[in-house]
């Protein structure tokens, strides 16, 4: 089983900046792809992007060039950095990791509000 323990959401302003965290702890595999999923009031959950171990990364198109995905594989760590935020970046932001023949693992969710 895999762990996974988000950090660094909360409430900023329109233009502000945020980093998301997660760690991912017991038995994970180095073959892992990590990234983040979001979900906003009355939609659908839908990706906002995903690293593979070797660091190939793909974005949604309303985050990219303003988001940046990065992962440390020594901590087992991924990482979003999200800049020039806009009203509609509100959402609870999911980690998510999964491995080839394992199970999908999911974070407990980070609330992310951008409002002014």
């Known amino acids: 089983q895999v762990q996974l323990v988000e950090s660094g959401g909360g409430l900023v302003q329109p233009g502000g900046s945020l980093r998301l965290s997660c760690a991912a702890s017991?038995?994970?595999?180095?073959?892992?792809?990590m990234g983040w999923y979001r979900q906003g009031p009355g939609k659908q959950r839908e990706l906002v992007a995903l690293?593979?171990?070797?660091?190939?990364?793909r974005y949604a198109a309303s985050v990219k060039g303003r988001s940046t995905i990065s992962r440390d594989n020594a901590k087992k760590t991924v990482y979003l950095q999200m800049n020039s935020l806009k009203p509609e970046d509100t959402a609870v932001y999911y980690c998510?990791?999964?491995?080839?023949?394992?199970?999908?693992?999911w974070g407990q969710g980070t609330q992310v509000t951008v409002s002014s």
């Open positions: 998510y990791y999964d491995s080839t023949g394992q199970p999908t693992y």
């Open positions: 017991g038995r994970t595999f180095n073959d892992s792809i």
């Open positions: 690293i593979n171990s070797g660091g190939i990364t």
